[in-house]
């Protein structure tokens, strides 16, 4: 089914339930988008152009031409939905869809290329990550990695999956046995709270890693691979899929200092179990 298309019942409940329930069609053209947005950067991958946003904040042709095809599958299927994506200058959601307004239309959060760092010096560990937001919370993921051909997905309570093999964290309340990761923000400097955070749990835990992906970092989690992350220089697009693909598979999932998360500001900590989320969230707030 599709979304209703914003009636005013009078049972609010009932027309709630209505609007956020997913679909195997909303799955199926979100995970044909990400392999579609896939085909584009893996063709360019050894031939692309590169040039700077911002201070070490890079962009090449290739997200411009997965974020295209990845825009014309999504709403050439649901062409009433919204659109949020990185480039091209739709960085913004329409201020209903942020209220989580029930006559908002749902609205699709695309990171055409998500860990353009690694794509460029051509490194593993990038993904294209699709989310959809709808009445107020995000209710589907999808992030592919087309160099280990892994696609990752979730539906709002059905679930997450990793090539149809359902996912689950790993369940570790020890910071001391943990492998985790980060991400800094472009142009991170000495001072910067984001490098106290990193050492402060680095001398607590087994491990900790920058990947260069906020995306395939929150798979990590819902699969076990990594017990917990945390980011507070990503954007909506960077971690909309990953939020419901990580709470689906049992994450624990807050703002950094323990707060709600806010999807749209997604200053986040996600952990393997509520012990180590308590944990971080001490070490990080």
């Given at each position: 089914?599709?979304?209703?298309?914003?009636?005013?019942?009078s049972?609010?409940?009932?027309?709630?339930?209505?609007?956020i329930?997913?679909?195997?069609q909303?799955?199926?053209?979100?995970?044909?988008?990400?392999?579609?947005?896939?085909?584009?950067?893996?063709?360019?991958?050894?031939?692309?152009?590169?040039?700077?946003?911002?201070?070490?904040?890079?962009?090449?042709?290739?997200?411009?031409?997965?974020?295209?095809?990845?825009?014309?599958?999504?709403?050439?299927?649901?062409?009433?939905?919204?659109?949020?994506?990185?480039?091209?200058?739709?960085?913004?959601?329409?201020?209903?869809?942020?209220?989580?307004?029930?006559?908002?239309?749902?609205?699709w959060?695309?990171?055409?290329?998500?860990?353009?760092?690694?794509y460029?010096?051509?490194l593993?560990?990038?993904?294209?990550?699709?989310?959809?937001?709808?009445?107020?919370?995000?209710?589907?993921?999808?992030?592919?990695?087309?160099?280990c051909?892994?696609?990752?997905?979730?539906?709002?309570?059905?679930?997450?999956y990793?090539n149809?093999?359902?996912?689950?964290?790993?369940?570790?309340?020890?910071?001391?046995?943990?492998?985790?990761?980060?991400?800094?923000?472009?142009?991170?400097?000495?001072?910067?709270p984001?490098?106290?955070?990193?050492?402060?749990?680095?001398?607590r835990?087994?491990?900790?890693?920058?990947l260069g992906?906020c995306?395939?970092?929150?798979?990590y989690?819902?699969?076990?691979?990594?017990?917990?992350?945390?980011?507070?220089?990503?954007?909506?697009?960077?971690?909309?899929a990953?939020?419901?693909?990580?709470?689906?598979?049992?994450?624990?999932?807050?703002?950094?200092?323990?707060?709600?998360?806010?999807?749209?500001?997604?200053?986040?900590?996600?952990?393997?179990?509520?012990?180590?989320?308590?944990?971080?969230?001490?070490?990080?707030?």
């Amino acid at each position: 089914m599709t979304f209703a298309s914003g009636s005013k019942s009078s049972d609010n409940s009932k027309n709630l339930s209505n609007r956020i329930r997913m679909d195997q069609q909303h799955l199926d053209v979100a995970v044909a988008a990400a392999k579609a947005g896939a085909v584009e950067l893996m063709a360019r991958r050894d031939d692309r152009v590169v040039r700077e946003k911002a201070p070490k904040d890079l962009v090449t042709d290739a997200d411009l031409a997965s974020q295209k095809a990845v825009r014309e599958i999504l709403l050439s299927h649901f062409a009433d939905y919204a659109f949020v994506g990185e480039e091209e200058g739709e960085n913004e959601p329409p201020e209903a869809v942020r209220r989580g307004a029930l006559d908002a239309p749902p609205c699709w959060v695309v990171d055409p290329l998500d860990g353009t760092v690694n794509y460029v010096h051509r490194l593993q560990s990038f993904a294209v990550s699709i989310g959809l937001y709808a009445a107020g919370k995000m209710r589907l993921g999808v992030i592919y990695d087309p160099v280990c051909d892994e696609i990752f997905t979730a539906i709002d309570g059905g679930g997450a999956y990793v090539n149809g093999r359902k996912m689950k964290v790993s369940g570790q309340h020890d910071l001391n046995d943990s492998l985790l990761a980060c991400s800094f923000p472009a142009g991170v400097t000495a001072d910067s709270p984001d490098v106290a955070r990193f050492v402060r749990v680095l001398e607590r835990s087994r491990a900790l890693r920058r990947l260069g992906s906020c995306a395939l970092n929150m798979c990590y989690v819902a699969d076990g691979r990594l017990d917990g992350y945390w980011a507070t220089c990503v954007h909506s697009w960077d971690a909309a899929a990953g939020i419901v693909i990580a709470r689906e598979a049992g994450a624990s999932i807050s703002a950094y200092d323990g707060s709600s998360l806010d999807d749209w500001k997604p200053r986040f900590c996600v952990s393997g179990s509520s012990e180590l989320q308590r944990t971080l969230v001490g070490l990080l707030a």
